[in-house]
């Protein structure tokens, strides 16, 4: 009996498809205020079941459900009106965004330790003299790189990769917890990509 009651108030939280269809019908023509109308309605669920599991970091979570409605805005005319609430197409959309973003933040921290190897190597001597050239050049191009990015972000890739601080020690020293660290150093990996020359 308890088991079915949370079924329940899950179907009753969501807006009756009579209700649903008209909004839908004028998004699809183009009415973009229907677009507030259709976020008032399940945006903060999409955040909560959807994405907030699979992205415990708020700021990510909170990127992740501007992409989930900006994708379903731009899809919206593939919406395909049937029997079905529009919610489980916008959950669908909110799954593969957070799973995309978790996969690219397990990519970027692989980034970083490979990254890490690098900057090491700048601080000693080369190996051999014709890498002496190539190693300031390199060194040369970070710093410009650095340089060009936003100061906050630049800081967070000096100090965890190239004064080599752990996240910890990164996240108190930019005054900021760990998680919010961890946002501002997988966004500056992003940046960083950007600048650096290819």
Not at 89 to 109: E, F, S, Y
Request: net charge positive; charged share 30%; with cysteine.
């Amino acid at each position: 009996m308890n088991e079915g009651a949370p079924q329940a108030s899950h179907r009753d939280d969501l807006v009756p498809l009579e209700e649903e269809i008209p909004v839908i019908q004028r998004l699809q023509a183009g009415d973009r205020t229907a677009f507030a109308t259709l976020y008032g309605w399940y945006g903060d669920k999409i955040y909560r079941q959807a994405i907030l599991p699979r992205l415990p970091n708020r700021e990510l979570a909170e990127d992740c459900l501007k992409d989930t409605f900006r994708t379903a805005l731009e899809k919206i005319h593939t919406f395909q009106l049937a029997n079905r609430s529009i919610f489980f197409w916008l959950r669908r959309i909110a799954i593969n965004k957070a799973i995309d973003v978790h996969r690219r933040q397990r990519r970027d921290l692989q980034l970083q330790e490979s990254v890490k190897v690098e900057p090491e190597s700048l601080t000693q001597a080369p190996p051999r003299p014709d890498r002496g050239l190539e190693v300031q050049d390199t060194a040369r191009m970070v710093r410009a790189s650095l340089d060009q990015m936003n100061p906050r972000y630049a800081e967070a890739l000096r100090i965890r990769l190239l004064e080599d601080h752990s996240r910890e020690q990164c996240a108190e020293l930019m005054g900021v917890t760990l998680g919010n660290f961890d946002v501002i150093l997988h966004r500056a990996a992003k940046a960083f990509r950007k600048v650096y020359p290819p």
